[in-house]
């Protein structure tokens, strides 16, 4: 695939409809198509978009939040599904990259998900969040590192991380290392006040600088009528204004439009490619720059199961020793299968 030499790039920071997983998916067909209409190549969505982000688990106490808790269970995604199926076709319609957060329902559990579609629909990345943050984790399960993967797309390779994973200098570093060129960060936005938008503004801006790649941010928004809405304490609703920053950062940490910070909007900047070239002809983090004899990652990038099944309910000493690292006592032929004592021994001694 020949490499662009420019990509316009949006961000989009919109509100959901705190009611309906197919009125905020209404939202984001809108917003795809109006991005696309002025040229965009790759739009960004704010993190856990569709259905809503989970305002709520941040202002009322868990004794509290189980009805709102069930009602995201019921207005989840699965994956595929009829919503993923029109985000999708959006995409391919358009000839758009889009990235989405979703909250995902895998059965019992629900995640935090980020979804790369590429331009021609295909389904290029879902990955899990995998440390949800503080109030979040009563309400989403942990992701592997399976998702911490940057893939080729139409308009270059791309990474992806949500918002306090920025936090984990090794998720970044896994992504650098692969030499990801746009990178794809999602925070919810709308919290904590203006302190989160001043402290999100480092972080992706430091990234853009570590990394030598672009940094696409996407933020969401709420109305003071679904702040009421979350909840009437006065107090709390200030917990549910601020931290906006919608922003496309260049490789050097410049903004290259203006922020979002307050209201709705879609901000749109084109990407020159070259600039990679130029902040990693200085400082290549994962290339001239590295010292890997000293210091490198190792990463299990294996997708995780509750359950593994086996064709065999037995098996050779050789295969446990290979899977588990350790080595076993399978030496007396006389031993039933269901009779085997297994002796461990640490492969060093």
Not at 50 to 57: A, D, E, L, Q, R
Request: hydrophobic fraction near 40%.
């Amino acid at each position: 695939m020949e490499k662009k030499l420019t990509v316009r790039a949006a961000a989009a920071q919109i509100a959901p409809d705190l009611t309906s997983r197919e009125k905020t998916l209404a939202r984001v067909l809108d917003a795809i198509r109006e991005a696309a209409s002025k040229g965009a190549e790759l739009i960004v969505f704010p993190e856990t978009f569709v259905p809503w982000y989970p305002y709520f688990s941040f202002v009322l106490p868990p004794v509290l939040s189980g009805r709102e808790h069930v009602r995201l269970y019921e207005e989840a995604v699965t994956i595929p599904s009829p919503a993923t199926d029109a985000v999708a076709a959006a995409a391919r319609e358009h000839g758009i990259v889009v990235a989405l957060g979703v909250n995902e329902r895998d059965h019992g559990s629900l995640y935090n998900t980020q979804l790369l579609f590429d331009a021609d629909g295909k389904l290029l990345l879902k990955r899990r969040k995998i440390t949800p943050t503080f109030h979040e984790r009563m309400i989403w399960g942990q992701g592997d590192g399976s998702g911490l993967t940057v893939v080729d797309s139409r308009i270059g390779r791309l990474g992806a991380l949500a918002c306090w994973e920025h936090y984990n200098p090794l998720a970044r570093y896994a992504l650098m290392a692969q030499h990801e060129e746009i990178h794809i960060a999602q925070f919810p936005g709308s919290m904590v006040g203006p302190i989160f938008a001043e402290q999100m503004e480092v972080t992706i801006r430091h990234h853009a600088l570590e990394s030598g790649c672009f940094v696409v941010n996407a933020t969401g928004w709420l109305t003071d009528e679904q702040i009421v809405s979350i909840t009437p304490d006065q107090n709390l609703q200030k917990a549910l204004r601020g931290g906006c920053m919608t922003a496309i950062i260049s490789p050097e940490g410049k903004h290259l439009a203006p922020p979002i910070t307050e209201g709705e909007g879609i901000l749109i900047a084109d990407l020159d490619m070259s600039l990679i070239t130029k902040r990693k002809r200085m400082m290549d983090s994962v290339g001239h720059y590295a010292r890997p004899e000293l210091l490198h990652l190792v990463i299990d990038g294996r997708a995780t199961a509750p359950m593994i099944a086996s064709q065999n309910s037995f098996e050779t000493a050789a295969a446990r020793s290979n899977t588990d690292g350790y080595q076993y006592d399978d030496t007396s032929s006389d031993r039933d299968p269901d009779q085997r004592v297994a002796v461990l021994r640490s492969q060093a001694g």
